[in-house]
């Protein structure tokens, strides 16, 4: 409480002192991208071995693709060599006459694979039991990347892409990355409660996650009527055909796009269950046939719910998957989807025992908005645990952070505190972030989620966040960290979220209140904050002048 009423002091403070401000004079100088000794890529990568040497890349390079590699991922290596003013000419093996760049699938027996083998010295636990792992070798001349999979090349290119953005020439370091990420599932879900986003707006997320190896954009939205109230009916062909175009979006970005429906809020019928599975069966069928190659089942925030009618609807929908050959695993979300609503967590024991091992569980921790915290976690695998059974499957943690419908009177874009570095992998499942209305601002919240879920243990939730505005928007990243250094808190909410904001500010507020209430305020205390609030009053008008975001 106490803390409450000096929130309540200072903004009366800060308002009666900006309301002073009358001339704007700080000195904002522009930071633009320069050649670094070591290079700056995010998400954060696993292990990177800087060698002896460097090479200047030529302006037509030769590219080998091995067959499987997928066109997206040749698209994104055209792009990135495209965007760096080089051409690129495609061959079937590595020449002498220029720079060569070798993409190939690891294990696969062709030219690429062969070629690493011997030639390139990389660590093979990273393709032992990880997700999407790649080698990016950079040596004298050849650029080497080795996927486990078309998408593991995809992340590699991605990489290459961040060194490549980084140096003002084409003269790149000898190194070699071996990376891999932590968790299986890494994206964002659409699942406020609030304005949907407009479909440019999905794309553009999906666009910007990509390039941070986000695999999933998660279509729920609470107040799309074919989510939700029309889920049986089939989206008619101009819907269907926005679909389509975020489905392609979704495959050239490989942050896929899941869709969703909600048929527990939309008047799912118990009494006729097979029909039921049936319709939604043949929505995912219609979806299917556009593109859509992932699908899930919520069952948030309507109370209890028939755990046998679950069962057999999940165990239908994962039959149904499988069968199609292309499908990845589904996604479920229970109705006691946190710790304090589980109970006896009997709920989630019967979903443990009754689904395919594929399906994929949400949680959203101890509570509705609650960090992604080793004891949560645990509590999912081991609390209350049937007798003889030693642990559930991990889970797809849903974190509600940083959705602003508890309080939209809120654009949250602090950092990823939330986030804790110190849990287990092995124990998550994957997180997504369930962001704002705001699409755009939220993209601070998906590069935070990004880094994380790639590389827990390396994730340093203030440099991560300071390092995103970069690439969130290069021509006003000051302003906005500026800015978003004060937009951090949500409360008051109705889920005790209280997040800390102002932090550098903070000493100078309480000096000053201090001072204020004790007597003792000189004139330049007074000039000490004005100069901080004319900084925050100067970010507003640059950012607004040269961003490109639209906030």
């Known amino acids: ?65 091995e067959e499987g590699i997928d066109t997206y991922t040749q698209q994104k290596l055209t792009d990135v060599l495209k ?6 000419n495609v061959g079937s093996e590595k020449t002498d006459a220029t720079t060569n760049i070798l993409v190939g699938i690891k ?28 080698v990016l070798d950079i040596q004298d001349g050849v650029i080497t990347i ?15 892409m961040h060194i490549l953005n980084q140096i003002d020439g084409k003269r790149v370091r000898n190194l070699t990355i071996n990376d891999y990420a932590d968790t299986q599932t890494r994206g964002f879900i659409e699942g406020y409660y609030g304005i949907p986003w407009s479909n440019e707006d999905r794309m553009a997320l999906m666009e910007f996650g990509g390039n941070f190896k986000m695999t999933s954009y998660i279509f729920a939205p609470k107040d799309d009527p074919y989510h939700k109230n029309l889920w049986r009916e089939e989206y008619p062909q101009a819907e269907l055909n926005e679909i389509k175009k975020m489905v392609e979006v979704g495959l050239a ?75 990845y695993d589904p996604v479920f979300c229970p109705a006691g989807y946190n710790h304090s ?89 994957g997180v997504v972030t369930n962001p704002m209305q705001d699409a755009h601002a939220s993209k601070v919240a998906l590069f935070a989620i990004a880094d994380f879920a790639w590389n827990v243990s390396a994730f340093d939730a203030d440099k991560s966040w300071k390092d995103s505005f970069k690439y969130i928007d290069e021509d006003a990243y000051e302003e906005l960290y500026t800015l978003a250094k004060h937009m951090s808190d949500p409360s008051p909410n109705g889920h005790g979220l209280v997040l800390e904001e102002s932090e550098e500010l903070a000493p100078l507020l309480d000096d000053f209140l201090d001072k204020f209430n004790n007597g003792g305020l000189q004139q330049t205390d007074y000039e000490r904050l004005l100069n901080e609030f004319t900084v925050i009053k100067q970010a507003c008008a640059d950012s607004i002048r040269n961003q490109r975001m639209k906030i």
Request: proline letters at 4%; hydrophobic letters at 40%.
């Open 1 to 65: 409480m106490r803390r409450k009423r000096m929130k309540n002091k200072w903004a009366k403070i800060i308002l009666s002192v900006a309301m002073l401000i009358t001339t704007i004079f700080p000195n904002v100088v522009s930071v633009k991208a320069t050649t670094s000794e070591e290079y700056e890529i995010y998400p954060t990568v696993q292990k990177l071995d800087y060698k002896e040497g460097n090479f200047i890349i030529q302006n037509s390079v030769n590219v080998v693709f």
């Open 83 to 88: 965007n760096k003013g080089i051409q690129m």
């Open 107 to 134: 294990d696969s027996g062709k030219y690429v694979d062969t070629y690493a083998k011997n030639n390139v010295a990389f660590d093979a636990s990273t393709f032992e039991g990880t997700f999407d792992p790649y």
């Open 146 to 160: 080795l996927g486990e999979s078309s998408d593991g090349a995809y992340y590699g290119i991605v990489s290459l």
């Open 253 to 327: 970005s490989k942050c896929r796009f899941v869709w969703t429906a909600h048929p527990f809020m939309g008047g799912f019928d118990a009494n006729r269950v097979d029909e039921e599975i049936a319709a939604l069966l043949n929505k995912f069928e219609q979806l299917y046939a556009a593109g859509v190659r992932q699908f899930g089942v919520l069952g948030d925030d309507v109370g209890n719910l028939d755990r046998n009618v679950v069962i057999k609807m999940m165990n239908a929908v994962s039959e149904w998957g499988e069968a199609k050959g292309d499908v």
């Open 341 to 429: 609503w589980q109970g006896d967590y009997s709920e989630l024991n019967a979903y443990d025992e009754g689904f395919p091992q594929n399906v994929q569980i949400f949680w959203t921790g101890e509570a509705v908005c609650q960090p992604v915290e080793q004891e949560t976690l645990d509590h999912f695998r081991k609390h209350n645990l049937p007798s003889g059974k030693q642990s559930r499957r991990a889970p797809l943690f849903w974190l509600n952070w940083p959705v602003n419908d508890i309080n939209m009177n809120r654009l949250l874009m602090g950092k990823g505190s939330l986030l804790h570095n110190n849990v287990k992998p092995k124990d998550l499942s």
